[in-house]
C-alpha cells in the first residue's frame, strides 16, 4: 500500500511539473509575441530546418543551391566542394567564338580531368594545333569538320554532328572548324587536371616565335614570301567555309593515303549498355572506341522521377558535365561525411575514386549527363549488386531488414531506376 502511495506521489509530481513546465513555456511565448515576434515564426515546427537569413543574400544562387542553402539531415562532417558552374569560369573572346575551361584551379577537387566548352561559329576555326594531355570530346550543337594526321603522318577529316564524339591523343596534331547553318558547340575533356586552353601547341603561336629565315629555309621559299604570317596566335578565329568533305579528305590524304585511325564515333550509332523505363547508359571505352585508350565515358539519360543508382568506381575519378536537366547528387566519404549538391545544364561535377555517390533527376524534364573517367576502360559497382551477392543473413544483420525487404532488392545493377 505504502508503495502505490509513493507512486502516485511521484505520478502527481510529474504531472504537476510537466503542467508547470507547459504554463511557463506559454507565458515566453506570449512574451514573445508581444514584443513583436510573428505568430507563424512561434508555431514554426520543432523539425523545421529551413535557415534564418536576416541579411540578403543572392536569392538567385541559392535557388539554384538548394541543398546548400537548407542540407538534408543525412548530410554531415565537411566534404570538398565537387561542383563548378562553366557559367561563372572566364570566357575567351573571338571573332570566330568562343571557350571557357574549368580545371583544378577552378575546381580543387578536380586533379585528374579539366573541361573545355567551346562554340564555333559557321566557318570559325580552331586553330591547328595540339596537346600535351589526351583531347575527347562530345558534340553539343550544331556540325563541325575536324582534322588530324596520325603518327604516320596519315590524315584523318570528318564532319560531326550533336552526339558524335572524337579522340586524339597527345602531340596528335588537329583543327575544329564549325559548319553551316550555325556552326558548332562541343564539350572537350582532357586527362590532365591542371590542363589549360592557354597552354597549347599553336601553329600560328609557333610560326610567331621561330626566325622568318628559319621559316623560309624549312619551307624552300623565299624569305618575303612568308612575312605575313601571324605575329601571334590565333587560337579561334573565323574563316571562310570548307568545301565539300570529300575534296577535302583527297586533297589532305596525298601520297600517304588516309589515316586506317577513326578518331571519331558516332554514338547513337551504338545500342546502350542499359536500358530501363527510366532511362538509359551509353558506355564508350577502348571496347568501343579504340582510340580512346586514356578517357572512358558514359552517356547518361534519366527520366524524371527517376534515379542513377548507388553505385561507386573503382578505378578513377569521375568528371561529370551536366547537357540538361536538373539533379542532386550525394557524395558520402570517409569518416561519415556526405554532402548534397545540385547541379543544371552546364555545371561540373566531381566524385573521387571509390567514394559512393547517386545522381536523382530533380527537374520535370530528362535529365541527361556525361560520366568520364581517366581509364582506358568504364567500371562501376552498384550498392544492389553488392548486397545482391552477399549472404543475406549478413545483410539483415547489417541493416535490420526482414527477408521481404532483402527478397524484393534489385538482384543485378539496374543502373537507372526504378526499373
Same mark, same amino acid.
Given at each position: 500500500?505504502?508503495?502505490?502511495?509513493?507512486?502516485?506521489?511521484?505520478?502527481?509530481?510529474?504531472?504537476?511539473?510537466?503542467?508547470?513546465?507547459?504554463?511557463?513555456?506559454?507565458?515566453?511565448?506570449?512574451?514573445?509575441?508581444?514584443?513583436?515576434?510573428?505568430?507563424?515564426?512561434?508555431?514554426?515546427?520543432?523539425?523545421?530546418?529551413?535557415?534564418?537569413?536576416?541579411?540578403?543574400?543572392?536569392?538567385?544562387?541559392?535557388?539554384?543551391?538548394?541543398?546548400?542553402?537548407?542540407?538534408?539531415?543525412?548530410?554531415?562532417?565537411?566534404?570538398?566542394?565537387?561542383?563548378?558552374?562553366?557559367?561563372?569560369?572566364?570566357?575567351?573572346?573571338?571573332?570566330?567564338?568562343?571557350?571557357?575551361?574549368?580545371?583544378?584551379?577552378?575546381?580543387?577537387?578536380?586533379?585528374?580531368?579539366?573541361?573545355?566548352?567551346?562554340?564555333?561559329?559557321?566557318?570559325?576555326?580552331?586553330?591547328?594545333?595540339?596537346?600535351?594531355?589526351?583531347?575527347?570530346?562530345?558534340?553539343?550543337?550544331?556540325?563541325?569538320?575536324?582534322?588530324?594526321?596520325?603518327?604516320?603522318?596519315?590524315?584523318?577529316?570528318?564532319?560531326?554532328?550533336?552526339?558524335?564524339?572524337?579522340?586524339?591523343?597527345?602531340?596528335?596534331?588537329?583543327?575544329?572548324?564549325?559548319?553551316?547553318?550555325?556552326?558548332?558547340?562541343?564539350?572537350?575533356?582532357?586527362?590532365?587536371?591542371?590542363?589549360?586552353?592557354?597552354?597549347?601547341?599553336?601553329?600560328?603561336?609557333?610560326?610567331?616565335?621561330?626566325?622568318?629565315?628559319?621559316?623560309?629555309?624549312?619551307?624552300?621559299?623565299?624569305?618575303?614570301?612568308?612575312?605575313?604570317?601571324?605575329? *601571334?596566335?590565333? !587560337?579561334?578565329?573565323?574563316?571562310? =567555309?570548307?568545301?565539300? $568533305? @570529300?575534296?577535302?579528305?583527297?586533297?589532305?590524304?596525298? &601520297?600517304?593515303?588516309?589515316?586506317?585511325?577513326?578518331?571519331?564515333?558516332?554514338?547513337?550509332?551504338?545500342?546502350?549498355?542499359?536500358?530501363?523505363?527510366?532511362?538509359?547508359?551509353?558506355?564508350?571505352?577502348?571496347?568501343?572506341?579504340?582510340?580512346?585508350?586514356?578517357?572512358?565515358?558514359?552517356?547518361?539519360?534519366?527520366?524524371?522521377?527517376?534515379?542513377?543508382?548507388?553505385?561507386?568506381?573503382?578505378?578513377?575519378?569521375?568528371?561529370?558535365?551536366?547537357?540538361?536537366?536538373?539533379?542532386?547528387?550525394?557524395?558520402?566519404?570517409?569518416?561519415?561525411?556526405?554532402?548534397?549538391?545540385?547541379?543544371?545544364?552546364?555545371?561540373?561535377?566531381?566524385?573521387?575514386?571509390?567514394?559512393?555517390?547517386?545522381?536523382?533527376?530533380?527537374?520535370?524534364?530528362?535529365?541527361?549527363?556525361?560520366?568520364?573517367? *581517366?581509364?582506358? !576502360?568504364?567500371?562501376?559497382?552498384? =550498392?544492389?549488386?553488392? $548486397? @545482391?551477392?552477399?549472404?543475406?543473413?549478413?545483410?539483415? &544483420?547489417?541493416?535490420?531488414?526482414?527477408?521481404?525487404?532483402?527478397?524484393?532488392?534489385?538482384?543485378?545493377?539496374?543502373?537507372?531506376?526504378?526499373?
Amino acid at each position: 500500500m505504502a508503495d502505490e502511495l509513493e507512486k502516485e506521489r511521484w505520478t502527481r509530481r510529474g504531472f504537476l511539473g510537466a503542467s508547470s513546465a507547459a504554463l511557463a513555456a506559454a507565458g515566453m511565448l506570449a512574451a514573445n509575441n508581444a514584443a513583436g515576434q510573428s505568430q507563424d515564426s512561434a508555431q514554426k515546427p520543432a523539425n523545421d530546418r529551413r535557415p534564418s537569413e536576416p541579411v540578403p543574400k543572392n536569392s538567385a544562387l541559392d535557388a539554384q543551391n538548394s541543398d546548400s542553402v537548407n542540407p538534408p539531415p543525412s548530410d554531415a562532417g565537411g566534404v570538398q566542394t565537387f561542383k563548378y558552374p562553366f557559367s561563372i569560369a572566364h570566357k575567351r573572346l573571338h571573332e570566330g567564338g568562343w571557350s571557357r575551361e574549368v580545371t583544378v584551379r577552378e575546381l580543387a577537387v578536380s586533379k585528374s580531368l579539366a573541361g573545355v566548352n567551346m562554340r564555333l561559329t559557321s566557318g570559325g576555326v580552331r586553330e591547328l594545333h595540339w596537346h600535351t594531355a589526351a583531347e575527347w570530346a562530345y558534340m553539343l550543337y550544331g556540325t563541325a569538320r575536324i582534322t588530324c594526321i596520325d603518327a604516320d603522318g596519315k590524315s584523318f577529316v570528318t564532319d560531326v554532328k550533336e552526339g558524335d564524339l572524337w579522340y586524339f591523343p597527345p602531340g596528335i596534331p588537329h583543327s575544329i572548324q564549325g559548319l553551316p547553318p550555325d556552326g558548332t558547340e562541343f564539350l572537350l575533356v582532357f586527362d590532365d587536371g591542371n590542363f589549360s586552353e592557354y597552354e597549347t601547341v599553336l601553329l600560328s603561336d609557333w610560326m610567331a616565335h621561330t626566325p622568318r629565315e628559319v621559316v623560309s629555309k624549312n619551307f624552300g621559299v623565299a624569305q618575303n614570301a612568308v612575312e605575313k604570317m601571324p605575329r *601571334k596566335e590565333l !587560337f579561334i578565329f573565323q574563316a571562310e =567555309l570548307p568545301g565539300p $568533305l @570529300a575534296e577535302d579528305q583527297r586533297l589532305a590524304a596525298g &601520297a600517304l593515303g588516309a589515316s586506317p585511325i577513326d578518331f571519331a564515333f558516332r554514338t547513337m550509332q551504338h545500342p546502350p549498355a542499359k536500358r530501363t523505363k527510366s532511362g538509359e547508359v551509353r558506355i564508350i571505352d577502348s571496347s568501343s572506341f579504340k582510340v580512346s585508350q586514356n578517357i572512358a565515358a558514359a552517356v547518361v539519360t534519366v527520366r524524371p522521377g527517376g534515379m542513377r543508382e548507388l553505385h561507386w568506381h573503382p578505378n578513377a575519378d569521375e568528371w561529370q558535365f551536366f547537357i540538361s536537366g536538373k539533379a542532386r547528387m550525394t557524395v558520402f566519404a570517409t569518416g561519415g561525411r556526405a554532402r548534397t549538391m545540385d547541379f543544371e545544364a552546364g555545371d561540373v561535377g566531381y566524385v573521387l575514386k571509390t567514394l559512393p555517390h547517386y545522381v536523382e533527376n530533380t527537374g520535370n524534364t530528362d535529365l541527361k549527363f556525361l560520366e568520364m573517367f *581517366k581509364s582506358s !576502360f568504364y567500371q562501376d559497382l552498384a =550498392l544492389s549488386e553488392w $548486397l @545482391a551477392h552477399t549472404p543475406p543473413e549478413l545483410v539483415a &544483420a547489417h541493416l535490420n531488414l526482414d527477408k521481404a525487404t532483402l527478397d524484393a532488392m534489385p538482384r543485378g545493377k539496374p543502373v537507372i531506376l526504378p526499373e
